[in-house]
């Protein structure tokens, strides 16, 4: 209920309100507007009593003489009339009045979903302006969402919020409105993003500044064309709106998001560079990559009278921000009209500028020292996290990149797109190609990528080994999907051929080792893992029985790897240990790598620090309990010391086999991968490894392994 006093005079103190009995009321909130005539109206809300009548006192003095009102609950109240509540309030006061009706009144009184609330709100706003200028809503931009154009005094102000009213109800804009350019008369054309419900027969536009009241019309909402249609209809080049549309569409849900990439795809910006010539500056940006962590750049630039004085990055609003430390240059050369000349090369991370869908075209400005700003604009950057990061791992020269680099400018949006890359890999198929054993000692997990030149013949070496055909299962994990009836094929040919039993597990799309080891693991029905690579070859029988004998026991041995050779015969692995190299970095080595087979300290059997992922053998309940393969290394390295330290930090022994030996054709899978070539991928995984091990690395090269302990005996269950 809201009672209501006209003063003659200015009111400076609020007087009390209680009840007869001298009680507060409570809740009610108290409001003074100024009138035009110099005297106040004054306004007090409470709630309406529901079973007694409620006797009030308001303080005599203050207001010319002693009030008392008596409310009836049964009583028959008028619905305020909006035309007397605003009639003769100042502006200052009208303002006042929807800043309150919109705030603190709505919730003190929990009116917010209240029907006969917001006729009052959208009836005070009608009554405000006689004929308020018009909102346009202009564009659909999701299946909810819609812009809005409106004209906007220059004076107005910055704008605190924004408000849709109807007859049905309002609601507070949660998206920031986009100034855009300067008008005639004054005006500023703005934009604003809103649900589309509400607004269908109409609405009010309220718009509140510091000291600043609008209102604009909204007319009956139309059929309105898709964002990218009407961008391209009107030729529109305004980039700063283009990013606003993106940035709030981000913020939304997952609809929203897939609608603010498609508008970038189909609607992408003109690429800009800067161009030089006679001493004057020049330079480009070939990389940008925007995530929820922040902005990558990484481009070119040439100086040759010294005139940079800086790039920086543009937000959605226009406005520059600076690189702070995440910003580092490096000597390059650059062809321009079929000549090679020398340039300096550069990234840069912001954390500034983030979104959770991709900017595929992040603005940027070379900043010289005369003042003058240019803008740079890169071609449309990929959309797919997978491409996205194949450009990041070609952006620095591996012989510039350094743990700094890493560290302040690239790892962030590698993490993030790996974690998007993961989240894209769905569900998994699996496919039984011949029967499988029942109850498996063994299930040996290989993953498959591209290179399927060794299929025919390990599918073969497993055959013939009698440990493998009477009690193991084998699982190929396929991580590059678009193989996938040729695999099957080949696969079924060799079960005909053999008679072993084969599951065929194929990723939704390329995941890395970790996540196809991991899938594989996860269908997996023995209590012992044989992780291998598709380039590993047996070339004797009883390989995989000699490492099920080592496991468990009184040494708790958790994991075993054994001997792998090269093709020419000589030692490829004989145990992993950890040692720095020149630089200062840690790095995995091989024991005796190079060395011919029969070199005596290679033929010791002895617990050793890691092991190699190209062939070990674990126990599943210690692969499960420290989580399997940590997924977050970029295309395959360094998970199988990652996994090893684990198991070490869990407490379990893991053990070097020399009387099992294999060849490894090594690296011939991950090869395809060019950008792991380039050297950056391990080099990234290299320092993603050591932030986290460093300090276990540093105890064990300094004092040897630890004692283990607490591993069940599994050989009898294995045998």
Not at 523 to 548: E, F
Request: proline share 6%.
């Amino acid at each position: 209920m809201i009672l209501v006093w006209n003063m003659p005079t200015r009111l400076w103190a609020v007087p009390k309100l209680e009840s007869a009995n001298g009680e507060a009321v409570s809740p009610q909130a108290t409001l003074r507007l100024p009138l035009g005539s110099g005297g106040t109206r004054l306004l007090r809300l409470i709630s309406r009593p529901k079973d007694a009548p409620l006797s009030l006192l308001a303080e005599a003095g203050t207001l010319g003489r002693k009030e008392e009102i008596s409310i009836d609950p049964d009583g028959d109240y008028d619905m305020i009339d909006a035309s007397m509540l605003m009639d003769d309030v100042t502006p200052a006061g009208r303002l006042a009045l929807l800043s309150a009706m919109f705030g603190a009144w709505g919730s003190m009184f929990r009116a917010r979903r209240s029907r006969s609330y917001a006729q009052l709100l959208n009836r005070l706003v009608a009554r405000i302006v006689d004929e308020p200028q018009r909102a346009k809503a202009v564009a659909r931009l999701s299946d909810q969402q819609i812009l809005i154009a409106a004209g906007m005094p220059v004076a107005f102000g910055e704008i605190e919020a924004v408000f849709i009213v109807s007859a049905f109800g309002y609601r507070r804009l949660p998206m920031e409105p986009h100034g855009g350019r300067e008008a005639p008369q004054g005006q500023k054309q703005t934009w604003f993003i809103t649900e589309r419900d509400g607004t269908e027969n109409g609405a009010y536009l309220v718009v509140t500044g510091n000291r600043s009241l609008a209102i604009r019309h909204l007319a009956a909402t139309p059929v309105l064309p898709s964002l990218s249609r009407w961008w391209q209809a009107r030729g529109q080049s305004d980039a700063d709106l283009r990013e606003y549309i993106i940035a709030a569409l981000a913020r939304t849900d997952t609809k929203s998001r897939k609608a603010a990439l498609e508008f970038q795809l189909r609607c992408p910006l003109s690429a800009q560079r800067v161009s030089g010539g006679g001493g004057l500056p020049s330079g480009e940006i070939d990389l940008a990559v925007t995530t929820a962590r922040g902005t990558l750049i990484g481009g070119w630039y040439r100086d040759p009278v010294e005139m940079i004085a800086g790039i920086d990055i543009l937000d959605s609003n226009g406005t520059a921000h600076a690189f702070e430390g995440g910003f580092y240059r490096y000597p390059g050369t650059v062809v321009e009209e079929d000549r090679t000349s020398s340039a300096t090369g550069f990234v840069g991370f912001s954390t500034e500028i983030c979104s959770q869908v991709p900017v595929l075209q992040p603005r940027s400005i070379m900043r010289l020292t005369s003042g003058n700003r240019h803008l740079m604009i890169p071609t449309a950057q990929p959309a797919d996290p997978a491409e996205a990061r194949a450009r990041i791992l070609r952006a620095v020269p591996p012989q510039h990149l350094n743990d700094d680099i890493i560290e302040h400018c690239l790892a962030p949006i590698l993490g993030d797109l790996q974690k998007k890359l993961l989240h894209m890999t769905g569900k998994p198929q699996v496919i039984e190609i011949g029967t499988p054993h029942r109850d498996p000692a063994v299930s040996i997990v290989v993953p498959l990528y591209r290179v399927l030149d060794f299929l025919r013949a390990q599918v073969g070496a497993f055959a013939c080994d009698p440990q493998i055909v009477q009690s193991s299962e084998i699982i190929y994990v396929l991580d590059s999907p678009e193989q996938a009836e040729t695999v099957e094929h080949l696969l079924r040919g060799l079960n005909l051929l053999y008679g072993l039993p084969i599951r065929l597990v194929i990723m939704a799309r390329n995941g890395g080792y970790a996540r196809a080891c991991n899938a594989g693991a996860g269908i997996a029905r023995a209590d012992l893992l044989a992780m291998i690579n598709s380039d590993v070859i047996p070339h004797q029988t009883g390989w995989l029985a000699k490492m099920v004998e080592r496991m468990g026991g009184p040494d708790d041995v958790a994991a075993v790897g054994p001997k792998l050779l090269f093709e020419d015969g000589s030692l490829q692995h004989a145990g992993m240990y950890f040692a720095r190299n020149a630089r200062g970095q840690w790095l995995n080595h091989h024991y005796f790598k190079g060395m011919p087979e029969q070199f005596a300290d290679a033929n010791i059997e002895r617990s050793v620090p890691g092991i190699t992922g190209a062939c070990m053998l674990l126990h599943r309940g210690v692969f499960e309990e420290v989580g399997g393969f940590t997924e977050d290394y970029v295309i395959g390295d360094y998970e199988d010391s990652d996994l090893c330290l684990k198991i070490r930090a869990a407490d379990f022994d893991i053990k070097y086999v020399p009387d099992a030996t294999l060849y490894h054709f090594e690296r011939k899978s991950i090869s395809t991968h060019s950008d792991y070539m380039r050297g950056v991928a391990t080099q990234y995984n290299a320092w993603l490894h050591a932030t986290r091990w460093r300090e276990v690395m540093e105890d064990i090269a300094a004092n040897g392994l630890p004692q283990n302990r607490n591993i069940p005996d599994v050989r009898g269950d294995a045998a």
